[in-house]
Structures are given as structure tokens and as C-alpha cells.
């Protein structure tokens, strides 16, 4: 059996290939290297560089390397820049999910883990958020991977497709030192970037309804996250019972002044954070409950907070003045 992995050289779904390596299963990857690296691919996995718009090439990805099942990463995740570029996230995220469950369908694959995100709750009016708590996005992003979910589920009703959605907010860390998080809108890698060169960070808005003023997020490390990929394809893979959603949270939250406070102390970096205003389409609190997911998905927070910024430390130092920007 092999499984596919759509954004397989990004920093997600690069963590994802190396987890199933790790659990003996085959895979193969398929990106544009839009915004992932070749680099991050292990030279044993066939890489496909192919948009996932282009039908017929993943639907002959699909047939040429025999895959059962697919884990879909790839897709268009900064909710700020949605805001501005609606119809951009909508292609990327709706359509490209169309398109692969046609050739998916074509091809008899009938598997899908679906990579979604927290996004999809807004700003929900509870403590806790839990896979019951009502879903109200407040950013083109956050939409379109409800409308993804809402997808399968209407592709499984007509169809024998199986399918989960793992829904998640920020995803942080390294689970080796050549893999880092190349996005030019995450918190951590905007931080690192900034230290490196010896300039400033910001805190994009610090008048948000919470204790410190500063958004309050769920922080999870890459690694754990990979590892509840995996379990989830493997239910799938045993034809186990899967719940339709399953939130990947730590049931409490870490606030952007407390994950400043984090860095200085891990990098022994002094820096007093600027006060920028706050971003479009960004939640003042999100914190989930990662329960049902530790009952089926073996889902537990492996590293502290201290860890995580440590390990996406070592990745962006080795990664050097070779870091894209």
C-alpha cells in the first residue's frame, strides 16, 4: 500500500513523508514546489512536481505508483492574505480539492486524511473548543477548508470514499534539523528570521480580549502532529471507525507575548517585541480539545513549549543564510 502525500515537500507535509517512512509504509509526494523544497523530499520517495489543479497528472500519479490512500497537506493556509486574495484561497483549497477527489474517484482510491485547521471555528464563544462547537470562519481561508470537509462528506455519502479532517491551529517546531517552516507568515519563522538579521520582532496587535492583550493559540510541535497523520491513515488503512472531524489541540493555550518570552530565553536573545496592528481575519483565542483524537489517534502533546522553539531554533540556524525568504 502506498499513500500519497499532496505538499509533501512543505514543512508539514515533509514532517508527514518522514513519519510514514518511519512506519514502514511507501509513499510518494506531489508538489509545485510553489512554496516547498526539494530538499526536504528524502532521495528515496518519488516527488511528482505537479500543480494539483492539473487533473490528469495526479490522477497519472495516482495509477503510476499504485496509491490507496492519500493525505492532503497541500494548500493555500495564510488567513491574513486570504483576506486579500479570496478567490486565490478558494482555487487552491476548493477546487484543487475537487479535482483530486475526481482522480481519486477515477482511480478507486477511497482514502483521505485531510489536513483542515482550527480556522474553521472563527472566534468561538467557549473556553474549550471541541469538535461539536459550532463552525463560524472569519477569513476566506477558514471557509474554504469548511467547504473542503463539507466535500467529503458529501463525496462519501455518494461514493465509498473514507475520509477524516484534523483540524489544528499553529503548528510549530522541527522534528529534524534540515526541516524548517518556510512560511513568510508563521510566527515562528517571521521571529527567527528577524533575530537573524539582527532586526525586531512585532507582535501584530496586543489590544485582543485576553489576559496578556496578545492572540492566545494552541501550539503544537510538527512531529506530533505527522504522528496523528499517520494513525489516522492507519485507521483508515484497518477500516476502523474514524470520526468524521478530529481537533489536534493541547487544551490550553499559549499566548504570542508568552511565546516571545520563550524565544528570548531559548536563543538568549534580548529583544523588547514592537506593537504592530493587528492582522485581518486572526481569532483573539483559539484552544482545542484534543481528546477524541487522543482516543483514536494516540494524539498527546510530546514537547514542551521550551522544546518546541529549541528544535525550530536548531533548524533555522543550520538552515543559515540558505533560508528562503
Not at 2 to 7: E, K, M, P, R
Not at 72 to 90: C, D, I, N, Q
Request: with cysteine; proline share 6%.
Amino acid at each position: 500500500m502506498t499513500w500519497l502525500v499532496t505538499g509533501g515537500a512543505g514543512y508539514i507535509g515533509a514532517h508527514v513523508v518522514r513519519a510514514l517512512l518511519d512506519a514502514n509504509l511507501s509513499v510518494v509526494v506531489i508538489d509545485d514546489l510553489s512554496t516547498g523544497l526539494e530538499q526536504f523530499v528524502p532521495p528515496q520517495v518519488p516527488l511528482v512536481r505537479s500543480t494539483l489543479l492539473d487533473g490528469e497528472r495526479v490522477e497519472r500519479t495516482l495509477a503510476e505508483h499504485h496509491v490507496t490512500g492519500v493525505i492532503h497537506v497541500a494548500g493555500f493556509k495564510y488567513a491574513g492574505v486570504s483576506v486579500r486574495e479570496p478567490l486565490r484561497t478558494y482555487e487552491q483549497n476548493v477546487t484543487v480539492m475537487i479535482t483530486l477527489l475526481k482522480a481519486m474517484q477515477t482511480r478507486g482510491v477511497d482514502k483521505l486524511v485531510f489536513s483542515s485547521s482550527a480556522a474553521t471555528y472563527g472566534t468561538p464563544d467557549v473556553d474549550i473548543v471541541t469538535e461539536q462547537t459550532p463552525t463560524a470562519p472569519e477569513s476566506p481561508y477558514g471557509v474554504s477548508k469548511l467547504v473542503g470537509e463539507w466535500i467529503l462528506r458529501d463525496q462519501s455519502r455518494a461514493t465509498t470514499l473514507r475520509h477524516t479532517s484534523l483540524r489544528y491551529f499553529n503548528v510549530v517546531g522541527s522534528g529534524a534539523d534540515d526541516l524548517f517552516d518556510v512560511s513568510p507568515h508563521n510566527l515562528f519563522p517571521l521571529v527567527f528570521d528577524l533575530l537573524y538579521r539582527g532586526e525586531t520582532p512585532r507582535i501584530n496587535g496586543d489590544d485582543y480580549p485576553t489576559p496578556d492583550g496578545t492572540c492566545v493559540r494552541d501550539y503544537v510541535h510538527v512531529s506530533d502532529l505527522a504522528q496523528a497523520h499517520v494513525a489516522a491513515a492507519r485507521r483508515l488503512d484497518a477500516e476502523a471507525p474514524v470520526e468524521r472531524v478530529y481537533n489536534l489541540g493541547s487544551g490550553s493555550g499559549t499566548s504570542v507575548r508568552e511565546i516571545m518570552t520563550a524565544i528570548r530565553n531559548v536563543t538568549g536573545v534580548t529583544f523588547d517585541p514592537v506593537i504592530a496592528p493587528r492582522r485581518d481575519g486572526d481569532p483573539a483565542r483559539i484552544v482545542a480539545s484534543g481528546d477524541l483524537a487522543a482516543r483514536d489517534l494516540d494524539w498527546q502533546m510530546r514537547h514542551s513549549l521550551e522544546e518546541m522553539v529549541r528544535s525550530a531554533w536548531i533548524a533555522r540556524q543550520r538552515a543559515g543564510d540558505a533560508y528562503p525568504r
